[in-house]
């Protein structure tokens, strides 16, 4: 009993963090491709801050769930409903695929920042209730292991579309090649573990910087950062 008490108070204080990180993290990536000339997204009514467009019973739902049971808490993924990118679209295709694939971790930056100094205004106003706390300290850990995750250099995540942007045109188009296999790619690195020595150091200095642009509001507030 007490296990299921548990469960449904991670569950509550999770919930709006990793339907805000989802739901803004795509919404960002149809906000930049409608602004690099790409209205698919837009006319799909996915540039919405509406978490329902963007969930994915499966990835969402159903994957996290499952793993969050069978491990106990100790593994836990799951995706959102891709944003549709029509790259050809774009003003500049190989130049804006990196602006439009890097909204998506820029927002969960900026996320991770509110969070962050939702948690800063906790302290200077003496609120004590715990589970506002865990929500704001869970609001930061969500958005950067999104970040992060997203930020790996295999497509089809973020950072593998921001390398095949920066890589010359002859070994973009090989790189872009695996994309087919970029997730079974990053799922075999996760069930080893290897992709914690990518994930770790980025989540730390993504956490670094957000404590330094932190640190001027959390002085003028009287709180230690």
């Known amino acids: ?23 803004l993290h795509e919404a960002a990536h ?31 739902i159903i994957i996290p769930a499952v793993l969050y049971v069978a491990t106990g808490g100790a593994f836990l993924f799951g995706y959102a409903k891709p944003v549709s990118i029509n790259f050809s679209r774009l003003k500049n295709p190989k130049r804006d695929m990196a602006w439009v694939a890097l909204a998506g971790p820029g927002a969960n930056f900026v996320m991770a920042f509110f969070w962050l100094m939702f948690g800063v205004v906790l302290q200077a106003a003496n609120i004590e209730e715990i589970f506002f706390i865990k929500m ?28 095949v942007s920066l890589l010359p045109n002859k070994l973009a188009y090989k790189f872009a090649q695996i994309e087919p296999y970029g997730f079974f790619i990053v799922m075999g690195l996760v069930m080893i573990h290897w992709l914690q020595f990518w994930l770790l150091p980025v989540m730390m200095l993504s ?7 932190i640190t001027p509001f959390a002085l003028l507030l009287g709180v230690p950062v």
């Open 30 to 60: 149809g906000f930049a491709a409608k602004y690099f000339g790409d209205t698919t997204a837009f006319s799909q009514g996915r540039v919405s801050l509406n978490p329902l467009v963007h969930i994915d019973p499966f990835g969402t």
């Open 136 to 163: 704001a300290n869970a609001g930061v850990l969500t958005n950067l292991v999104m970040l992060a995750f997203n930020l790996f250099p295999i497509p089809p995540l973020d950072g593998g579309r921001i390398l």
């Open 207 to 213: 956490n670094f910087i957000l404590k330094l642009l």
């Open 1 to 23: 009993m007490n296990d299921f008490s548990e469960l449904i108070r991670t569950i509550l204080i999770y919930a709006l963090p990793v339907i805000f990180a989802i739901t």
